[in-house]
């Protein structure tokens, strides 16, 4: 894994199609084993680091959720030596109090996707990450404070609802999500978040609230253009709370997520096939001398 100085990224979603003041700005089109990344990685000097963006979408909004190569964009970002990922994405809200354009730090996931590949592993190498809490507990609460300080209405911790769209739920599996408890509604949310946490990077989410899907008796349905002029309100403080959260970052990361592999590992290394150990080297490398676990059911 190259030591590029590059510690942070930003996945930008629906609106969020670039970083403002990035200088000494570089494109990075990397070549990964899951194919190329949504679009170029744009690399650039932002105060007194060298950060990393990426359209999750494309430039354009070329690319639909269950399209996006998370995969390739996650890999691609652990290649460069990343160890922070911010996502921002478009959320439907699923509570009255989260009303549009208030901000939600979620620390919780339902997956309702079907088919989407969520794991790096496989071809000879099994591995069992830890996803009880999927969203790094410091750099969630470092994106919260940071979100406040930009101005925003935060609602910090929550569920948060991932589907394959592209179609919007229907009123009864808005309702249905709701008696569940759940905050929000997003189509991007995974396996990015699993992607990141196989990668052993710290991942947290700003979403933001563009709607009250179709639940409301009283507020519009979402719409695509709904979606899209909130969050083009939303995206100056979304930049601020990047912006500071960026500030805030710990030299030295003492949370779970930089060892998420180390008891999860459960193939012994010996038997797995060499192209596979080659393929998955920025992931796996550290391990590869070391003892692997043995799970118990």
């Keep these: 894994m190259a030591d590029t100085g590059i510690r942070a990224a930003i996945i930008g979603g629906s609106g969020f199609y670039q970083m403002d003041g990035l200088s000494s700005i570089e494109e990075l089109r990397i070549d990964t084993p899951f194919g190329p990344t949504s679009d170029a990685i744009v690399v650039g000097t932002l105060g007194p680091q ?20 998370a995969l390739a964009n996650v890999f691609a970002l652990k290649q460069i030596g990343v160890e922070f990922i911010l996502g921002v994405s478009a959320v439907g809200s699923l509570r009255e109090e989260i009303a549009p354009l208030h901000m939600v730090i979620p620390d919780q996931l339902i997956d309702r ?20 809490d999927p969203y790094c507990p410091q750099l969630s609460a470092l994106l919260a404070r940071a979100t406040r300080e930009a101005g925003a209405t935060v609602h910090q911790g929550g569920s948060m609802i991932v589907m394959d769209g592209p179609a919007f739920s229907t009123r009864a599996e808005s309702n249905m999500y709701r008696s569940w408890g759940a905050s929000v509604i997003g189509m991007t949310g995974l396996p990015e978040a699993k992607l990141a946490r196989e990668a052993e990077i710290c991942y947290a989410l700003l979403a933001c609230s563009t709607d009250y899907d179709c639940w409301h008796q009283t507020e519009d ?14 995206v100056a403080v979304s930049r601020q709370a990047v912006l500071r959260t960026l500030d805030l970052l710990p030299t030295v990361r003492d949370c779970p997520c930089p060892n998420a592999l180390r008891d999860a590992i459960v193939t012994p290394l010996e038997l797995v ?10 992931i796996i490398e550290r391990y590869l001398a070391k003892p692997t676990a043995t799970v118990k059911r």
């Excluded at 996707?113 to 069992?128: E, I, K, M, P, Q």
């Excluded at 349905?221 to 939303?234: C, S």
């Design 50 to 69: 060298r950060v990393a963006f990426l359209p999750r979408h494309g430039v354009g909004h070329r690319i639909l959720p269950s399209e996006l190569p």
């Design 113 to 132: 996707t079907r088919g989407r590949r969520s794991t790096f592993f496989g071809d000879g190498l099994v591995a069992h990450v830890s996803f009880a």
């Design 221 to 234: 349905d979402v719409t695509a253009d709904m979606i899209v002029a909130n969050l083009l309100k939303n």
């Design 273 to 282: 096939p060499p192209e596979t150990k080659d393929r998955l080297a920025p």
